[in-house]
């Protein structure tokens, strides 16, 4: 499994694992990092007139050295600029001592136009901002648009929170080695980066299986074992019955969005509750989606003892208020075995979470009963800091830090959404999602989103995985589909998605839930 991700700690931890297991020492693996940096500038930009490779004093600066070595034996004009010479007795020490071309200082830098500049000044041990020579040359690349190939990571961008300390290069290319780390896919590092390579140096699978990783890179690796597909006696409540809360009659359409999403993700069956005043708008609209009224919390009661509902989703157009509280602290109320016929799964999105900024407590209370059904919630960074204020203004932490402090203190999964999702489970388990695509900015998305994740916690998926896969396959259809995407289309431009997840091998039947 490559889909790990390690923090600077670990990949340090996976480092001297390796060379205390032998028989590779760290020049060793020092030298393994510049040669595929170095194959892949030779590969990418054969015909360079110049390349400029800019050391730091750590081993970033050591990696560079190897490059500049490699580059210069096979024929390219290469300068090397340093920032500050390696310490004595450092395996950076002895690859600038193997380094056949005398470094100048950066604060002479001076590129050519259309030269090459690889960036290895400072990667995992990024420890403060970028100023001063660093600073100009990062200016002076970008002024005279040099494409830039990264060592590890663009110097300025924090391996672990994808933020800009100081200022920080634009890569075109980010070679990376054994496994990626956070701050290639949080941003803004993940725009900073370009094109990323993982180059394999040596570092086991089974070592890095040794320091049990729990942040990923979202994808089938994850949870496609997962992946609920009906077994051959399936019927229509053994693949899961999903319930939707309809909003009023001005406030239908994100329910039925959610409906439909829950629906094709493969719920055998979906209800809209609906308030009675619009049962008729809903009504109109629905076909293969049952209708049912529920107008206060003793409703969802009767509708849990009398059709065996899984998974529900409150909050899409439902509207902020006492009743939204009330139907969520219902719901939650409604695990098993508290009630025998008792739910799986629930889904809080939009108003659901809307509704308890002002006393988010009552609602993690509710959550952290042993008996409550697992949670997932998604909000997006505006409702995230209703829900959970302090960590959201917490300026040094990062995304990931962030929706992991919210996990545990909620006792839910929590999808942070934007453009780098990150999901967080409340055992520590994280992923940030990568295939995320500018078109799913779009009315309505989201509620596709907690419709996908419902359907799938109603087959019996567990939420951290379920929440997983549906944030990967929402993605996806939207990268897939392209200009042009509305909310309407996303229910059925991902049956393709699903195909291809079911023929690759997802996943586990849904008989298992045998209701
Ligand atoms: N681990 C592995 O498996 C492998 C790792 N490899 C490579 O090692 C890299 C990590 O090396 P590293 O730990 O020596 O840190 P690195 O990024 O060179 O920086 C440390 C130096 O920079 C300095 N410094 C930092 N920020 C600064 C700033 N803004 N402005 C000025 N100075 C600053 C910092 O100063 P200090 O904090 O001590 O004051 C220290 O002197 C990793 O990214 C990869 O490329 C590969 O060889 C293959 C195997
Ligand atoms: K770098």
Redesign the pocket.
């Known amino acids: 499994m490559s889909h790990e991700l390690l923090t600077s700690a670990e990949?340090?931890e996976?480092?001297r694992l390796t060379i205390a297991a032998g028989p590779t020492d760290g020049v060793g693996?020092?030298r393994r990092?510049g040669r595929a940096v170095a194959t892949e500038v030779l590969s990418r930009y054969p015909s360079a007139a110049h390349v400029h490779v800019l050391c730091?004093?750590?081993?970033?600066?050591?990696?560079g050295y190897v490059v500049a070595r490699i580059l210069a034996g096979s024929g390219v004009a290469t300068t090397v600029w340093t920032?500050g010479p390696p310490r004595p007795g450092s395996d950076a020490a002895v690859a600038a001592a193997e380094c056949p071309i005398k470094p100048r200082p950066l604060s002479d830098f001076d590129p050519g136009p259309r030269s090459i500049v690889v960036d290895a000044l400072?990667?995992?041990?990024?420890?403060?901002?970028?100023s001063g020579e660093?600073a100009r040359a990062v200016n002076l690349a970008a002024k005279l648009h040099l494409r830039v190939v990264a060592?590890?990571?663009p110097s300025g961008i924090s391996g672990d929170s994808g933020k800009v300390?100081g200022t920080s290069f634009s890569a075109d290319l980010t070679v990376t080695?054994?496994r990626k780390k956070p701050g290639h896919l949080l941003l803004p590092g993940r725009e900073r980066c370009g094109e990323i390579v993982l180059a394999d140096?040596g570092?086991v699978a089974e070592i890095i299986a040794r320091l049990q990783p729990r942040t990923f890179e979202n994808g089938p690796a994850l949870w496609l074992r997962d992946l609920p597909v009906p077994a051959i006696d399936a019927h229509k409540y053994k693949r899961g019955h999903v319930g939707v809360f309809s909003g009023g009659p001005n406030a239908t359409g994100a329910a039925r969005l959610s409906a439909l999403a829950a629906a094709r993700s493969g719920a055998g069956a979906v209800t809209v509750l609906s308030p009675g005043n619009a049962m008729q708008v809903n009504a109109a609209h629905l076909t293969s989606i049952m209708l049912r009224k529920a107008d206060e919390a003793a409703d969802i009661e009767a509708f849990v003892g009398e059709r065996r509902p899984s998974a529900f989703v409150l909050g899409p157009g439902f509207g902020i208020g006492e009743k939204t509280r009330a139907f969520a602290l219902a719901l939650l109320a409604s695990g098993k075995p508290a009630a025998s016929t008792g739910i799986d799964g629930l889904v809080f999105d939009a108003d659901a979470i809307t509704s308890f900024r002002e006393a988010p407590d009552v609602l993690f209370e509710a959550a952290r009963r042993p008996d409550a059904p697992a949670l997932v919630m998604t909000p997006h960074e505006g409702e995230f800091a209703r829900l959970f204020a302090d960590i959201a203004d917490d300026n040094v932490s990062s995304k990931l830090d962030k929706a992991r402090a919210a996990a545990a203190r909620a006792n839910a999964v929590i999808v942070y959404k934007g453009a780098d999702t990150v999901v967080a489970a409340p055992d520590g388990r994280a992923a940030i999602n990568s295939n995320g695509a500018a078109w799913l900015a779009t009315a309505g998305s989201g509620d596709v989103l907690s419709g996908i994740t419902t359907g799938l916690l109603a087959q019996g998926m567990p939420a951290f995985e379920a929440a997983c896969a549906a944030v990967w396959i929402h993605a996806e259809t939207g990268r897939r589909f392209g200009p042009g995407l509305i909310a309407e289309d996303l229910p059925l431009a991902m049956v393709p998605v699903l195909r291809e997840l079911v023929a690759a091998g997802g996943g586990r039947c849904s008989t298992a839930l045998e209701r």
Do not use: C, E, T
Not at 56 to 63: E, F
């Open positions: 990949m340090g996976a480092d693996l020092m990092a730091g004093p750590g081993n970033n600066g050591g990696d920032s400072y990667g995992a041990g990024l420890s403060k901002p970028l660093a060592v590890d990571l300390l080695f054994a140096i570092i």
